[in-house]
């Protein structure tokens, strides 16, 4: 019995021994070969494709952010949050979310008085780029719960 086991590992043994040498052989996407040892060179790769990077990370946080919103939403409805659609005025009337008020991002800076600071803000566009900026704008004024909820549709969800 211990015969059998013990050749079983000399077996798994030599051939992980075949695979780390025929790996040290092997070139790969952005790697140099010095002295038979093969690496993949991360700064290397990472400058190349760090545009493609950036933008999946930015991708990603959006796509989170707006699944986290989407589950606070009946919370902040409880709270009586202000609901601000920051498309166009032409925009908003070809469809929208019921419950929501149409403030153009244009002029969301000249009509903050519309928007109380005392409760939650959950704001929307069509994708979700104007309703980031449009938070940055009232952060910088001064609300402190302001959320981007990305496109005024999952307000129907």
């Given at each position: 019995m211990d015969g059998i086991v013990g050749g079983r590992t000399r077996h798994v043994a030599y051939r992980i021994k075949s695979r780390i040498?025929?790996?040290?052989?092997?070139?790969?996407?952005?790697?140099?070969?010095r002295d038979k040892e093969c690496f993949l060179d991360l700064a290397d790769l990472f400058?190349?494709?760090?545009?493609?990077?950036?933008l999946?990370?930015?991708?990603?946080?959006?796509?989170?952010?707006?699944k986290r919103v989407l589950a606070l939403l009946p919370e902040l409805k409880k709270n009586g949050a202000t609901f601000v659609d920051v498309r166009s005025a032409g925009e908003f009337a070809h469809a929208n979310a019921p419950g929501t008020i149409n403030i153009p991002l244009q002029q969301l800076g000249s009509r903050l008085d519309e928007i109380p600071?005392?409760?939650?803000?959950?704001?929307?566009?069509?994708?979700g780029s104007r309703s980031g900026m449009a938070k940055l704008l009232l952060k910088k004024n001064g609300y402190a719960k302001v959320y981007n909820i990305g496109a005024w549709s999952k307000f129907l969800a």
């Open positions: 040498a025929y790996t040290q052989q092997l070139v790969f996407i952005g790697g140099q070969c400058q190349k494709y760090w545009p493609i990077l950036a999946c990370v930015w991708f990603g946080y959006k796509w989170w952010n707006s600071k005392s409760a939650p803000v959950v704001l929307c566009c069509a994708s």
